[in-house]
Structure formats: structure tokens, C-alpha cells
């Protein structure tokens, strides 16, 4: 069966810090590969997606980037936070039909 | 532009029904989904529908799409404290990236 591990689970940075946030998949290859963020008491907003290694597409320009080094590895970073990065980060995985989300990352940018 | 809406709250009484409605505009979609988010948690798949199908039946969850109106429902029967959560509705875009457009969500308030 598939599973998908994000980590951090919970994140306190300061402003201008740099940021690494992981995302694995266990159980297929080749899966598409997507970054969420979900503001509080909001829905959520694709922030990239990946169809294959070294494939990112970006949804919203912002100071945020996304890698992905592995098949089933996926990389959110930024270089600098600003307090507007504090969210819930999800990563989701696909292939064909359904999307299934990882536990999240709280981020607090302080 | 894609856009997906819901309404914001819900409340019933535990072992009433539950209806949350929702709205898209995109007639390509060929798959519409719902997801469970209890608080602090990441997205559960509870169900999801192909377009070609007007009702699919889960135990207790009832989906019902209206392809002409584009309108998608979920039903909960005899709704539980533990269905309390944020109900998402999504629809997927039709190409390479199968991303998923969401809906802001119905809050769900199961009252004993």
C-alpha cells in the first residue's frame, strides 16, 4: 500500500530564515507530486506541482521554490520567510483518479 | 477560471442527515471528490465520482452530481460527533497535472 510522510510535522521560524520542508512517497513510482498551503480558516491553494523528476510547475510566484531530486521525493524551500509563509503546508501525491494528502506542516513564520 | 463553491457552515443534530452542497464550472472535470479534515490533519479522501455517474453510495456517504446545473452534494447519513470536520470538495483538471481545485470548505457542527 502507498503512504506518504511529510516532515517537520511543526515549524517555528523567525523572518528571513531559510526553509526546507520534505515530502516522500512509499508504494508507486513515477506518481505526480503536489505542495498545498492552507492559510487558517481558509482552503487550500496549489502552490506546485511535479510530473517527474526535475519537473516543477509553479502556480503562484511567491519567495517559495519546490524540488524534486527523487521520484517520490518532493522539496518545498525558501531562501527568506516573511510572516505572510505561516500556514499548513500539505503535500499530495496522485496517480491516475485519486490524491491523497500527507499530514501536514505547520509552519509558524514569528 | 476554475471555481469552486460551498457553503460556509453546517449544523444538525447527531443522527440526522447532512447535506453539504457545492458548485464548480468546470464541465471538463471528469472526476469530482470530497475530503474529510479534522482539525490539525491533513486531507482525508472519503469518496469521489466520475462524471459519467449520477449517485454513488458509500455505507453512510451518498454523493449526487448534477452534470447540467454542475452542482455536487454530499450526503451523511445519521451523522455521528465524530463526522464533525471540514468537508472539501474538489474538482480535477484535465490535463497532465491532475490538479485539484478546492472549494473553501463546509464546516460541519454535529450537535449531541
Known amino acids: 500500500s502507498q503512504t506518504i510522510h511529510q516532515w517537520p510535522a511543526t515549524l517555528v521560524q523567525p523572518v528571513g530564515s531559510p526553509l526546507s520542508l520534505e515530502c516522500t512517497v512509499e508504494?508507486?513510482?513515477?506518481?505526480?507530486l503536489y505542495w498545498y498551503r492552507q492559510a487558517a480558516g481558509r482552503g487550500l491553494q496549489l502552490l506546485f506541482y511535479?510530473?517527474?523528476?526535475?519537473?516543477i510547475s509553479s502556480e503562484v510566484p511567491q519567495n517559495l521554490s519546490a524540488s524534486r531530486p527523487q521520484d517520490r521525493q518532493f522539496i518545498l524551500s525558501s531562501k527568506k520567510l516573511l510572516l505572510s509563509d505561516s500556514g499548513f503546508y500539505l503535500c499530495?501525491?496522485?496517480?491516475?483518479?485519486?490524491?491523497?494528502f500527507g499530514p501536514g506542516t505547520r509552519l509558524t513564520v514569528t | 477560471g476554475e471555481d469552486v463553491e460551498q457553503s460556509l457552515f453546517l449544523s444538525v443534530r447527531e443522527g440526522d442527515s447532512s447535506v453539504i452542497n457545492c458548485t464548480y464550472t468546470?464541465?471538463?472535470?471528469?472526476?469530482l471528490y470530497w475530503y474529510k479534515q479534522e482539525p490539525g490533519a491533513g486531507l482525508q479522501l472519503l469518496t469521489y465520482?466520475?462524471?459519467?455517474?449520477d449517485m454513488k453510495q458509500d455505507q453512510r456517504l451518498t454523493v449526487l452530481l448534477n452534470k447540467k446545473d454542475k452542482h455536487l452534494s454530499l450526503r451523511i447519513a445519521d451523522t455521528q460527533t465524530g463526522d464533525s470536520a471540514i468537508y472539501f470538495c474538489?474538482?480535477?483538471?484535465?490535463?497532465?497535472?491532475?490538479?485539484?481545485?478546492f472549494g473553501s470548505g463546509t464546516r460541519l457542527l454535529v450537535r449531541p
Open positions: 499530495a501525491w496522485s496517480k491516475g483518479g485519486e490524491q491523497y
Open positions: 508504494g508507486t513510482s513515477n506518481p505526480n
Open positions: 465520482i466520475f462524471s459519467n455517474m
Open positions: 468546470d464541465s471538463s472535470s471528469t472526476y
Open positions: 474538489a474538482e480535477r483538471e484535465e490535463d497532465s497535472s491532475y490538479k485539484l481545485i
Open positions: 511535479s510530473v517527474g523528476i526535475g519537473q
